[in-house]
């Protein structure tokens, strides 16, 4: 389930989402409470100044101090003047004497809590004398008949009950914006990964039947562009793929279609009536003939399936090119005899590391197509020498050559240049094992032809490097 890219979006998202909500809620709350607390203190600052500053009128206008004080004691009204009304005030003598209440604490008998102070306002939270939450200022200021301490204090209760609902709306919020949110990224991304579904619908829709279509890129999300690039350049790849198998299978079916003609017609003419013993002779022989030749199709044919699908294990051993050479011409010798074609082999050692068979399967191919592809008396020259890192195996023939048009294509399965048709039997499938050998073990082939005269072929093979390292 968390495999689903929608899912981890909305994982997330809520998870980015709580973090930043609960911290911006944290962050308000605590802003909120610094606010309103410094507007309390604001409030309770100018309160001890009026009350200062009425004593300093008295003073400059020489009246009885104290009797000022009681006075301002009982002056006060509004909110002062209720009993623990959660606003008062007091003043305190010097020797910790309270002299002056608000009436809404000396209805109650009720006092401040003294805290030394100094000439700059102290401000703190206290429990107060209705045992609420109480914030209180203390100052003392300093007349001309001693230093007094003031105080005022105004119940917190207020602005805790306001903050404790800011904090429960905000709680009571959190969850449901917390499901909206997490629903709203659930459709959002339902319809950012609809592409996504439409796109592989696509995929799904490709059979063998229409690999020649192609995922149409105009109109795609821009990210889906490269993914739907690379699925049209495999289908290319398949659709390549599959129509050579289809071209091989029914050229390996015409290739095998002549030589059954061939049987067949010769067992029916042969058995409409009674044969000589020479005639029976004669006809098996010739039907020995087109049976080697489909053999030779389907050893080949097997070969390159083996080829294709990469079971043919090549084992990598270290030989000298010029030993394998030298068995490939002991195998043919006899055939090249029976054309008079001499066979001649120069150069020097170049070690490779190789498959022993395949090599030999390489160069007993071209060998035999030079012969098969020779004049009477013609010659065949072997060279074989080491450049650049590569070994080369030079193979001249002085055959009937390829036109230029053709040397292409003559490593095409079952590809026969027509003029050779008539010439001499063979699949057509030589040079392509021959190819896939070669390339197989890194190296390339390379033609030079000129009709009428010959031909050359030349492999190209990488030198065993480990034997060089040996050398130094
Ligand atoms: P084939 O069984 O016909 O020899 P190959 O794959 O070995 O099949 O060769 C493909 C074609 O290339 C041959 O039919 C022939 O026309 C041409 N070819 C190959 N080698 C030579 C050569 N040495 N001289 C002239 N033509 C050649």
């Given at each position: ?90 003043i305190v003598a010097p020797d910790g004497k ?20 100094s000439q700059t306002p102290d401000y703190r ?257 072997i060279g074989i020498t080491e450049s650049n ?84």
């Amino acid at each position: 389930m968390f495999n689903s890219i929608k899912i981890k979006l909305v994982v997330l998202f809520i998870a980015v989402f709580s973090f930043f909500f609960a911290g911006l809620e944290i962050f308000l709350y605590y802003e909120l409470e610094d606010l309103v607390v410094s507007l309390a203190d604001e409030r309770l600052k100018s309160e001890v100044e009026t009350l200062a500053n009425m004593i300093i009128v008295e003073e400059v206008q020489h009246t009885e101090l104290s009797a000022e004080l009681s006075e301002l004691a009982s002056a006060s009204t509004g909110v002062y003047a209720e009993k623990l009304s959660g606003h008062y005030y007091q003043i305190v003598a010097p020797d910790g004497k309270i002299i002056v209440r608000s009436p809404s604490l000396s209805k109650a008998d009720a006092a401040l809590p003294v805290v030394p102070g100094s000439q700059t306002p102290d401000y703190r939270t206290v429990t107060g004398p209705d045992n609420a939450p109480l914030r209180i200022v203390t100052r003392i200021y300093v007349f001309a008949g001693g230093a007094m301490t003031f105080q005022a204090g105004d119940s917190l209760t207020d602005t805790y009950r306001l903050l404790s609902s800011f904090r429960n709306v905000v709680l009571a919020l959190f969850p449901v914006a917390f499901v909206l949110c997490g629903v709203g990224v659930f459709i959002v991304t339902g319809f950012a990964l609809k592409p996504l579904k439409d796109f592989s619908s696509k995929i799904g829709e490709v059979t063998e039947e229409n690999l020649n279509e192609r995922i149409e890129e105009k109109g795609l999300a821009r990210e889906l562009k490269p993914l739907a690039g690379d699925f049209n350049t495999m289908l290319g790849r398949l659709e390549e793929s599959f129509s050579r198998q289809k071209r091989f299978l029914s050229n390996a079916s015409h290739e095998l279609r002549t030589p059954t003609t061939i049987i067949k017609s010769f067992c029916d003419v042969t058995l409409n009536r009674e044969r000589t013993a020479e005639y029976y002779r004669e006809a098996i022989a010739r039907i020995k003939e087109s049976v080697d030749r489909m053999c030779e199709i389907i050893d080949r044919t097997l070969v390159i399936s083996r080829l294709d699908t990469r079971e043919a294990q090549f084992k990598h051993e270290k030989m000298d090119l010029m030993d394998v050479m030298k068995n490939v011409i002991r195998i043919i010798e006899p055939s090249a005899e029976r054309k008079s074609i001499s066979i001649s082999l120069s150069g020097g050692p170049a070690v490779v590391k190789a498959d022993r068979e395949g090599l030999i399967q390489v160069f007993t191919n071209i060998v035999e197509n030079a012969i098969k592809y020779n004049v009477e008396d013609g010659r065949i020259d072997i060279g074989i020498t080491e450049s650049n890192g590569m070994a080369k195996v030079r193979m001249e023939d002085t055959g009937i050559g390829i036109p230029a048009g053709e040397i292409d294509r003559i490593f095409d399965r079952f590809y026969r240049v027509d003029a050779a048709r008539n010439v001499t039997v063979g699949s057509g499938l030589g040079l392509s094992i021959v190819r896939s050998i070669v390339e197989a073990h890194g190296g390339r082939v390379e033609v030079e032809s000129e009709p009428g005269k010959g031909s050359v072929f030349t492999v190209c093979l990488p030198l065993n490097t480990e034997q060089r390292n040996g050398h130094h």
